[in-house]
């Protein structure tokens, strides 16, 4: 059976198309506006958005669903089913779980339970609702999570790779006391406990550079794409590109972002950034990366929910055209991942959709449609 969706306000590569009917069959889209129909259910969407499934490269939403309170863990299988629900609610299709990859850290972002957490999604993936991926987070000062990254590659359990150094001084943590100020507040450490986790990565990082170089040469081996974090120099921007690095998350400022830009590495800042006007770490603005072309795409970071609603309101904030700003959250991100079957309505590509109104200004999704099927629906109220 043929599905057929009609009466859409289409969200297209170039426009938005008013009244307009879509094909699907075997899981992908057949045609736009066909001229004839048959064998097929049909389904009015009496004038709400439809685009393509949204899809999220960075959001580590999965920790607070394993980990709700320090040291409170759900059962994995269960927090999993929670996150895969949520995503199909909000419109992510394609969400890249990340996952810390950080010894001796607290809670879910240590070896461990890093690794634990990856092997469950793909256990869990034959049944879930949304197409999950695993982003692996990889603190470079750790030499202990190497071999287990290596390992996981080997078995094509990683689809993404991000280098982060959380070390204070550079990047997020501009000195020790925002990094004391961070783990005081999340992990309820003292100063002198802060002190001696600093003094151990200073020391594991002499080596992180042959670390790196070894992670990225399998990685790309195996068509994985690796991220660099927090940038915040444009000297790191070029020593990221000489590595192989092709996407850069949240650089910390303008200047960077716009080196990134220009080495041709592809940035990423934070949906919640945008909604909320501002970043959690005082770097630079997500709206103003965006304003000064040199944001390609959005991602949830820590709140699913957040990034359609970011996509709807740049249109507001910087006049953009909705097919444009939607582009940051489908089309761009998915060919950032090399996913090059969706992020689009266009015919041959996955039948990854959602259906969007917008009550009270914020869109919601009311169904989200996964290889052609219907993975979530949601009435709303006029």
Sequence with gaps: MKTYLTHARLITTNAVVDDASVLIEDGHIVAINPESTSNVESISLNGQYLLPGLVDLHCDAIEKEIEPRPNAFFPMDFAIAQIDRHNAAVGITTPFHAISFAHEEFGVRNNEKAAKIVRSLHDYQPQALVNNRVHCRYEITDPTGLPILLNLL???????????????????????????????????????????????????????????????????????????????????????????????????????????????????????????????SGSIKAIDAIKNQVGDILCADYSPASLLAAAFRIPELLGWSLPDAIALVTHNPAQAANLSDRGELTPGKRADLIAVRCPHGF????????????VYQCHYSI
Aim: charged content about 20%.
């Design 154 to 280: 080997h078995s094509d359990g990683i689809h993404l790779i991000s280098l982060m150094d959380h070390t204070p001084g550079q990047g997020q943590f501009k000195d020790m006391q925002a990094y004391q100020d961070y783990l005081s507040r999340t992990y309820n450490k003292s100063a002198a406990e802060v002190e001696a986790i600093a003094v151990k990565k200073i020391d594991q990082g002499a080596d992180a550079l042959e670390r790196v170089k070894t992670l990225i040469s399998k990685a790309l081996s195996l068509g994985v794409q690796i991220a660099s974090h927090d940038d915040d120099t444009p000297d790191r921007i070029g020593s990221m590109q000489a590595l192989g690095v092709h996407l850069s998350e949240f650089p910390i400022n303008l200047e960077t972002a716009k080196a990134a830009q220009k080495a041709g590495l592809q940035t990423i800042f934070g949906a919640p950034n945008l909604l909320r006007g501002q970043s959690q």
């Design 363 to 374: 869109p919601q999704v009311t169904t989200t449609w996964v290889g052609g099927r219907i």
